[in-house]
């Protein structure tokens, strides 16, 4: 995919470092000069511009980005960023960084907000849900790293759909722990039938996300 992202502070470092690493290509913008330090990620592409202006966004070729993200530490600048990236150039997915509990409010889809973020590490494995259906992502990594928090979208198609999650034959060391379905979050039981659409939140270790994924689409794990 190609991202960009606003704001080249830790928070969009860190991001953009993550995003890399995990193949994507990456454009980070920067309205500070002193900001600008593209020796700290080589590998992104760097853009002295104010995120905040569509003539510095049409430059920037934000039209041709799959993800926006606003991570600056400034909620207002955050909020016109996703409003332009949305209206302007209907850019697919923006996630954007809520710094002020109290404006997290604001960060709808009215502003052009996909997704609001207000713990920065969490906001790479959300960016990167905008990959196809049925991609698994690790949101959060518990205890030291022996277990995760992931992420399947369960496709059309796939051989549990409208099947009881009973039906499911769950790795050992993982659990379904929440489906996320529209606006709801459906706490399971083994009488819950799974939909297409449905966000599958796991609790797993690494060792058997390739079966988590290999139960869910009806793949051979590696």
């Known amino acids: 995919m190609r991202i960009a992202i606003a704001g080249a502070g830790n928070v969009g470092r860190s991001i953009a470092q993550e995003l890399i ?8 913008i920067e309205k500070q000069p002193r900001q600008l330090c593209p020796e700290r990620v080589p590998q992104a592409q760097w853009v002295l511009a104010d995120a905040c202006e569509v003539s510095s966004l ?22 016109v960023m996703s409003l332009l990236a949305k209206t302007e150039f209907a850019v697919g997915r923006v996630v954007a960084r809520v710094n002020r509990a109290e404006n997290e ?10 997704v ?12 990167e849900e905008a990959v196809t259906v049925g991609d698994l992502v690790r949101l959060m990594t518990f205890r030291q790293g022996e277990a995760n928090l992931v992420e399947i979208t369960l496709p ?28 709801r979050v ?8 799974l939909e297409a659409g449905d966000e599958l ?7 058997v996300e390739d079966q988590i994924r290999a139960v869910v689409l ?4 590696a």
């Open 218 to 221: 009806g793949h051979t794990a």
């Open 156 to 183: 059309k198609n796939a051989p549990y759909e409208g099947k009881p999650i009973r039906a499911v034959p769950m790795p050992r060391d993982a659990a379904l722990v929440a489906i996320l379905r529209g606006k």
């Open 58 to 79: 049409e430059e920037a070729d934000v039209a041709s980005c799959d993800v926006v993200v606003a991570a600056t530490g400034d909620d207002k600048a955050n909020l």
């Open 116 to 127: 609001a973020v207000s713990k920065p590490r969490l906001m790479a494995a959300l960016v």
């Open 21 to 28: 690493g995990n193949g994507h290509e990456v454009m980070l």
């Open 201 to 207: 939140i796991f609790v797993c270790t690494a060792e």
């Open 186 to 193: 459906v706490v399971p039981t083994p009488d819950d039938t």
């Open 105 to 114: 409010w604001l960060f709808t889809e009215q502003w052009g907000v996909d």
